[in-house]
């Protein structure tokens, strides 16, 4: 079964500095990747996902993130963080032998500060 | 599109009550996902159906939860009785197809507080 390690609970960055969430999976093939971005009070949204190809994957806002299968890794970068950004991100893993299920990390609350 | 929707946003009860929480998937959809939202356990998969079948049931926490989806736009979660552990917010999500490469897409959320 794969599994979903998300490293750091919180994370604290200056509004304009880079930013980087870890995401360590495990799964024996190659896994279907997301990352997924809960505002307070919302569900969850979106921000990209990696299937196969090109191994950096442009989202929405403004993140990237690459995969490294060498470090079973999927991390979640930002060059420039907006105070907007603060929120909770959700790794995911998907597998070709879990149909549609998603086992997703722990997941990491940004916070910003001005 | 209005997304998916779910209703009540906010269930206050009474230890021992019926709670039932719905859930209107996007059209056109046929995967749905019912998620528990806890601090203690994080995001928990209950149950999950595709064209209006459940397919995987094992993250439902004990008998007194049950789920249905009696048509392709609109899913119930019930639990019957509720006790204060049951406390949580739940998520609903479908997705336009099996498999996973496809999308999940959240509602807003359930927040039940069982007193």
């Known amino acids: 079964a794969q599994s979903v390690t998300q490293p750091d609970i919180h994370i604290t960055v200056s509004e304009g500095a880079s930013l980087e969430l870890r995401c360590n999976y495990s799964?024996?093939?190659?896994?279907?990747l997301f990352w997924y971005v809960q505002s307070p009070g919302q569900g969850l949204q979106l921000l990209l996902k990696?299937?196969?190809?090109?191994?950096l994957v442009q989202g929405i806002k403004g993140f990237e993130a690459e995969f490294k299968r060498s470090q079973s890794s999927f991390n979640l970068r930002k060059p420039s963080v907006h105070w907007s950004d603060a929120a909770e991100y959700f790794c995911?893993?998907?597998?070709?032998?879990?149909?549609?299920?998603?086992?997703f990390g722990g997941g990491t609350r940004l916070m910003v500060k001005p | 599109d209005a997304g998916v929707i779910q209703s009540p946003r906010h269930e206050v009860t009474e230890m021992g009550q019926e709670v039932t929480l719905r859930c209107k998937p996007i059209?056109?959809?046929?995967?749905l996902f019912w998620y528990r939202q806890t601090m203690m356990r994080g995001l928990e998969l209950l149950i999950y159906?595709?064209?209006?079948?459940?397919?995987?049931d094992s993250g439902m926490p004990e008998d007194r939860f049950s789920a249905k989806m009696p048509n392709a736009s609109f899913s119930t979660l019930k639990i019957q009785p509720s006790e204060p552990r049951d406390s949580a917010v739940y998520f609903c999500?479908?997705?336009?197809?099996?498999?996973?490469?496809?999308?999940?897409?959240f509602g807003p959320g359930t927040r039940l507080t069982v007193t």
């Open positions: 999500a479908s997705s336009p197809q099996s498999g996973p490469a496809y999308e999940q897409y």
């Open positions: 799964y024996g093939a190659t896994p279907y």
């Open positions: 990696y299937f196969s190809g090109d191994t």
């Open positions: 995911a893993v998907g597998a070709n032998n879990a149909g549609n299920m998603l086992t």
């Open positions: 059209s056109g959809h046929n995967s």
């Open positions: 159906f595709n064209n209006n079948v459940p397919i995987d």
